[in-house]
């Protein structure tokens, strides 16, 4: 039998699904939707074999608690009953010795539906625990797009089918949102469209491009800033659209005149013949669509670096065109009212919000971070593992260390968080329970309908949330509705029709006009510019970036990455690799199996430098701590820069602890966000 379904995983392409059932409910296949524009029938292989988590011999199944000292990994199983009643007793005592926000309740993304992921904020909300700052993934990609459009949104990502040219800038799309390369082959199919990738690697979807633009870390900037010297200076800029539709051509003209190719290429580290042929493309290109990626958050200058690559399409007036214009993520078409779900109408505003990033400064009790308030001694965390992906990782494993601390962990596997928690509880997957989906890479809402039983002993997120609910004194209509009373009711706040009508239509297609798509009715400034010089400092919340950063006023070179030095000579990108998607999937077979083992590609040059081998082992490090790693010799990259595809478990190196022991969480500019893919190290042979 078939069922349809969407990914729930942290992934642009929320993919819809067609789900095969056999003997009575057992998941036989799972694969794209074919009937889905964006999905087109194509999915990643990990979730092409979902059966390997769904039916995985480890899958927690049973509510525990910790036996004996913190960490050590022993648990005894305990029914949900008294689970449910310690976790809520050490809510109570959290709350009763330092008051509410004393309690933090943090998630992210594990799941993307609304029920499963945002209900948690009801609890959050109902009891004035300790507000969370999403900061970890998005916040810098989506300000800098922000910057110049006024809005979260762009030309249709269908279009790149029906584009001349797709610039895949800052996004491994072959590995982390396979729909963009579907999309653009069928416009190299049909159309002989080229495409040009832009990263700080090789990687499987440079692998297809015509133009492969190896750029240096953190200087996309410098790189957009040449593109745009030459599209003035060759008459490609549109001028017309430039006096229509953006704030200050003739100062952005100006400004570029000393933003020179050869002046990119010291910087960027790609030659100028590229960096000429790249803005030849653009420039007589008209159908040139910009696909903006997540490559861009991860850098400390990195809104500054989208808002720069944004750019070009505002010089060539790209946007004017069908298969034109740019795209990075489409969340603000949406328009959902998820009162509900989240329990925004009992939100007191006073209560203070900490950074999702900064979890390890919080943990170890950094009064700036607590805002000088209580510290957290009560954690409750559904759908994310920060004692592996969160930055800092040595202060994350410090903080959870903390004796007076509680953790609950509600989990599917017994993850690095999981493994020190006081009470651990069994939760479902996505095809086990409801929930509501939007595609931030596409335009569409999706319903995820239960289709199996989950196993014995596993609830969800809801179920959990409301129980704790419960026990704690929490009020709010939102813990006496089911799942899917909570998904109509947000669908028809929001004004997406109902329930009964997505389950019969499986999607909703939330794509805006193609005059709105391309903001040739306006940007979403009041004025209708696109912003070449953006007010930085009107972005917010403010408090969570750098004191008294002044971002450039037009699109640079902004050098606040953490540079390379004569200590630590090489720079780290901890780029996410094919078969895992964060800490998820590392734990099936198949996917541990093709990633073989965790290692530092490094460009033969630095290799032979250092007199280290393909295989032979070696040490990174920097001052937040170090690791033991495989080297990888590969000449896809540039000198100087090390490439770690990630995130493998802290048990697959030797110390115990994995990759972000590497990453910094320091606050970044201009409103907070974690720069994982920006590190200086040093390397040393073993
Ligand atoms: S590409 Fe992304 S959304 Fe699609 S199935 Fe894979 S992980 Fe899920």
């Known amino acids: 039998m078939i069922h349809y379904s969407v990914c729930p995983h942290d992934c642009p392409s929320t993919c819809a699904l067609e789900v095969e059932t056999a003997n009575g409910g057992t998941i036989t296949r799972v694969r794209g939707a074919r009937e889905n524009t964006y999905t087109s029938g194509v999915i990643c292989s990990k979730v092409a074999r979902y059966h390997e988590r769904l039916y995985h011999p480890e899958r927690l199944t049973q509510p525990l608690r910790r036996r004996g000292d913190k960490g050590n990994g022993t648990f005894e199983p305990i029914g949900w009953d008294d689970a449910l009643d310690e976790v809520a007793e050490a809510l109570l005592r959290a709350e009763q010795v330092h008051g509410a926000e004393a309690v933090w309740p943090y998630f992210y993304a594990g799941t993307m539906g609304f029920v499963m992921r945002d209900g948690i904020n009801r609890l959050r909300h109902a009891k004035g625990y300790s507000g969370q700052y999403l900061t970890i993934c998005t916040t810098l990609s989506f300000n800098g797009f922000m910057a110049g459009t006024g809005r979260l949104a762009g030309s249709d990502p269908r ?127 008209a159908r040139t669509f910009l696909r903006l990626g997540y490559g861009f958050t991860r850098q400390r200058n990195g809104a500054f670096n989208m808002h720069a690559a944004l750019s070009v399409a505002a010089v060539t007036g790209a946007w004017r065109h069908e298969g034109g214009g740019a795209f990075h993520n489409n969340g603000d078409i949406y328009h959902w009212d998820r009162t509900m779900i989240e329990g925004l109408d009992v939100r007191d505003r006073n209560v203070r919000i900490l950074d999702q990033s900064r979890i390890g400064a919080v943990l170890t009790g950094d009064a700036s971070d607590l805002g000088d308030g209580p510290p957290i001694t009560a954690l409750f965390i559904q759908n994310t593992n920060p004692m592996s992906v969160a930055p800092d990782l040595n202060r994350v494993h410090a903080g959870f260390a903390r004796k007076d601390l509680f953790v609950c962990v509600h989990e599917q596997f017994m993850t690095e968080t999981a493994e020190v928690a006081d009470i651990v509880l069994p939760a479902t997957m996505f095809l086990e329970h409801d929930d509501l989906y939007q595609g931030g890479g596409h335009q569409h809402a999706l319903l995820g309908p239960k289709i199996v039983e989950p196993p014995e002993g596993c609830r969800n997120n809801h179920e959990v949330v409301c129980a704790l609910a419960r026990r704690v004194g929490a009020e709010h209509p939102g813990f006496a509705m089911s799942e899917r009373e909570l998904i109509d009711r947000t669908l028809r706040d929001s004004g ?191």
């Open 496 to 686: 997406w029709g109902d329930l009964e009508t997505l389950a019969r239509e499986r999607w909703i297609d939330c794509q805006p006009p193609f005059r709105e798509a391309h903001y040739l009715d306006g940007f979403a400034h009041a004025d209708g510019k696109y912003r070449f010089s953006p007010d930085w400092s009107a972005l917010k919340p403010h408090g969570f970036g750098p004191v008294d950063t002044v971002l450039p006023s037009l699109p640079d070179y902004w050098p606040s990455i953490e540079e390379a030095n004569a200590e630590m000579p090489y720079r780290l990108v901890t780029a996410p690799s094919r078969h895992y998607l964060n800490s998820t999937f590392n734990e099936t077979p198949t996917s541990i199996r093709r990633e073989q083992c965790p290692s530092a590609m490094m460009h033969p040059e630095d290799a032979h430098e250092l007199g280290v081998t393909d295989g032979a082992m070696i040490r990174l490090g920097n001052p937040r701590g170090e690791l033991k790693i495989s080297t990888q010799v590969f000449d896809g990259v540039q000198r100087g820069v090390v490439i770690v595809e990630s995130i493998w478990p802290n048990s697959a190196f030797e110390d115990g602890k994995g990759i972000n022991v590497l990453t910094g969480a320091d606050r970044v500019a201009p409103v907070g966000g974690a720069a994982f893919h920006d590190n200086r190290i040093w390397i040393r042979p073993v």
């Open 159 to 285: 279009e790149m089918a029906r584009s001349d040219l797709v610039v895949i800038w800052g996004s491994n799309a072959a590995s982390t949102q396979i729909n963009v390369i579907t999309h653009v082959l069928k416009a190299r199919r049909d159309r002989g469209a080229k495409i040009v990738v832009i990263d700080t690697y090789r990687n499987g979807t440079a692998k297809q491009a015509d133009l492969f633009v190896c750029v240096r870390p953190g200087t996309d900037g410098a790189l957009a800033c040449g593109v745009m010297h030459i599209l003035f200076r060759d008459g490609h800029a549109d001028r017309d659209y430039l006096a229509e539709y953006t704030d200050c051509p003739d100062a952005l003209e100006a400004h570029l005149q000393s933003k020179t190719p050869a002046w990119a290429s010291a910087i960027t580290g790609v030659p100028v013949e590229t960096i000429e042929e790249l803005a030849r493309m653009i420039g007589t290109t």
